[in-house]
């Protein structure tokens, strides 16, 4: 089955650092690609998200590309700030048995320190 | 647009009450809706798949009696959580799915979830 794989936290940068979170996955089929963030006591937000291979998603000056070849589709920002601290998650959704499933990885927490 | 509301977004209840939890896609109609459960520090699992005026699919695991799903209409969904115990505890989060366009791609957008305690 689908299974989406994400590094553990906590990630604790300090503020303005480079950030890399990665993320990898297995699919039978052609899946897309998201990262969620979640804010304490939150729902999820869309992130950013990628529906086939080479397709970057950006949003909010973070960027993730689709890597086929790697199954890959890690998170980076070039330079984070304290308002960024939250959890992350890796996500693919593809079809199954008729309808749409998404599989999440296991989330990430980020802490950014002033 | 796209968004989802929950409510109620946080309940505490005693054991063996039931609590009834709805989520509605409020500027949209969601073709499907999904309820997830969170564990602390752990990721969402998949509880139930829904599609309005159709009986849901459970996921492996998950007691349908246990966690009854109602499907309203195109834009409610109805979490019901049955004679609820302190392991029920957790943070319960909908989602819904509308059409985009795109072949083999239906985005969810995600309620911002309830909190459920069971005394």
């Known amino acids: 089955g689908d299974s989406v794989t994400q590094m553990e936290g906590p990630v604790t940068l300090s503020e303005e650092a480079f950030l890399t979170i990665n993320c990898t996955y297995t699919a039978t089929g052609y899946p897309s690609l998201f990262w969620y963030v979640q804010y304490p006591g939150e729902g999820l937000q869309l992130l950013l998200k990628a529906t086939k291979a080479d397709d970057k998603g950006s949003n909010k000056g973070f960027e993730a590309t689709y890597r086929k070849e790697t199954t890959s589709f890690h998170l980076e920002k070039g330079s984070v700030q304290v308002s960024d601290s939250a959890v992350y998650f890796c996500?693919?959704?593809?079809?199954?048995?008729?309808?749409?499933?998404?599989?999440f990885g296991t989330g990430t927490k980020l802490q950014v320190i002033p | 647009g796209a968004v989802v509301s929950q409510h109620p977004s946080r309940v505490i209840c005693k054991s063996g009450t039931s609590v009834k939890i709805e989520c509605r896609s409020l500027?949209?109609?969601?073709?499907?809706m999904f309820w997830y459960r969170q564990f602390p520090k752990q990721s969402l699992m998949l509880m139930a798949t829904s599609n309005e005026g159709s009986k849901a699919t459970y996921e492996q695991g998950v007691e349908k009696d246990k966690f009854l799903i109602n499907h309203a209409s195109l834009t409610l969904s109805t979490l019901t959580v049955t004679s609820a115990h302190p392991e029920d505890s957790s943070f319960y989060i909908c989602s819904a799915s509308k059409s985009s366009g795109v072949r083999g791609y239906n985005e969810q957008f995600f309620g911002p979830g309830t909190r459920l305690t069971v005394l």
């Open positions: 500027d949209f109609q969601a073709t499907t």
């Open positions: 996500a693919l959704s593809d079809r199954w048995e008729g309808y749409q499933k998404v599989t």
